[in-house]
């Protein structure tokens, strides 16, 4: 069931004013690609079914990059759980099945890897899916995801419409959510040590203990590797995505601190809770495709903070 995405191709990038979504627009327009369909939301409201299949009926895309989500760093999952599970479901419900139904020869479903068990052993391979229990501090937008891996292998089994999953890890870069409330952690840490730094403060506060390893891929890498897997992957089974480098989030806080310049202290809450001691993927199956990360974390943390930096207050 292979595919070839050619050039003249009309490819729907849902999400496309995000992280990554934007991130793909861009790899597209630098591969030549020129039918790049896209649509905001005050345009189609993907959790509204209605608009979705209109959208499709009209416009009839063949390939489809499912990277809209609602999305947000642990303490914003935690407090919003339902709003969580609720629009994601919604929106990868209603671009699946309007997919399928409107003649879309492939459709790629950026999952994550939070549909691991939080007790997984590292690195994480696509064979540990569903073989313990969820982190809960994120459950809702786990169970979100693993609901459209689970929905994409079974339009892929009763229907044969190739949909494929792909499961990357902690995603950051230009065009991120640097809101220092609702932000993943990356963006967080570089708006939280830049505001520390304008207001001369002697000391921020991160949460947690900094104890826990995380991995982090650059949103360009990752477009890269999704596009590498559109033209040569079609198996309905999820696939890792990652850079194979973890690192502590205390050492991560101090890199960008340094990035940054700020020279005051770091403070670490430990009332507050560390989510999953660890989290590096097993990307072999990748890699044995022929797909390898390219940039490196200080590379991704200094592209990302120059970015910031030339947009004054975001």
Same mark, same amino acid.
């Given at each position: 069931?292979?595919?070839?995405? +050619? ?9 496309? *004013? ?21 649509? %905001? ?11 979705? /299949? ?21 303490? &914003?999952?935690? +407090? ?16 699946? =099945? ?17 549909? &691991? ?12 899916? @569903?073989?313990?229990?969820? =982190?809960?501090?994120?459950?809702? &937008? ?8 689970? @929905?994409? *292998?079974?339009?892929?089994?009763? /229907?044969?419409? +190739?949909?494929?999953?792909? @499961? ?13 409330? %609702? ?16 207001? +001369? ?28 897997? @559109? ?5 309905? =089974?999820?696939?890792?995505?990652? %850079? ?24 670490? =809450? ?33 592209? %990302? ?10």
């Amino acid at each position: 069931m292979v595919n070839h995405l +050619n050039y003249q191709d009309k490819v729907f990038i849902a999400g496309h *004013k995000g992280l990554l979504g934007s991130a793909l627009v861009g790899k597209l327009i630098s591969e030549g690609y020129v039918n790049i369909l896209t649509a %905001t939301r005050d345009k189609v409201d993907l959790t509204q079914s209605s608009q979705v /299949y209109d959208f499709f009926e009209k416009n009839r895309p063949e390939y489809v990059f499912l990277a809209a989500a609602k999305v947000g760093g642990l303490f &914003y999952n935690k +407090n919003y759980p339902a709003d969580f599970l609720r629009e994601n479901i919604l929106i990868q419900t209603n671009v699946i =099945d309007a997919a399928y139904r409107f003649g879309c020869k492939k459709l790629l479903f950026v999952g994550s890897a939070c549909v &691991y068990p939080k007790n997984a052993e590292s690195p994480i391979s696509e064979s540990s899916f @569903m073989a313990g229990d969820l =982190d809960p501090t994120n459950i809702s &937008y786990a169970m979100s995801k693993i609901i459209g891996y689970i @929905m994409c *292998k079974k339009y892929y089994e009763q /229907y044969g419409f +190739n949909c494929i999953s792909v @499961m990357p890890n902690n995603i950051y870069g230009i065009n991120d959510n640097f809101d220092t409330q %609702t932000g993943h952690v990356v963006a967080s840490f570089i708006a939280r040590f830049s505001e520390a730094k304008k207001n +001369n403060l002697l000391n921020v506060t991160c949460f947690g203990d900094g104890s826990p390893f995380r991995e982090f891929i650059f949103a360009d890498d990752l477009a890269d590797a999704l596009f590498f897997l @559109m033209k040569n992957y079609d198996e309905p =089974d999820l696939i890792n995505v990652g %850079t194979n480098k973890e690192i502590s989030i205390k050492h991560l806080a101090s890199k960008i601190a340094n990035i940054v310049g700020y020279q005051g202290d770091i403070i670490w =809450d430990i009332s507050k809770p560390n989510g999953v001691g660890r989290r590096l993927l097993d990307t072999s199956k990748l890699n044995k495709l022929g797909w390898t990360s390219k940039i490196s974390l200080d590379e991704g943390l200094s592209k %990302t903070f120059e970015w910031y930096n030339q947009q004054g207050d975001i």
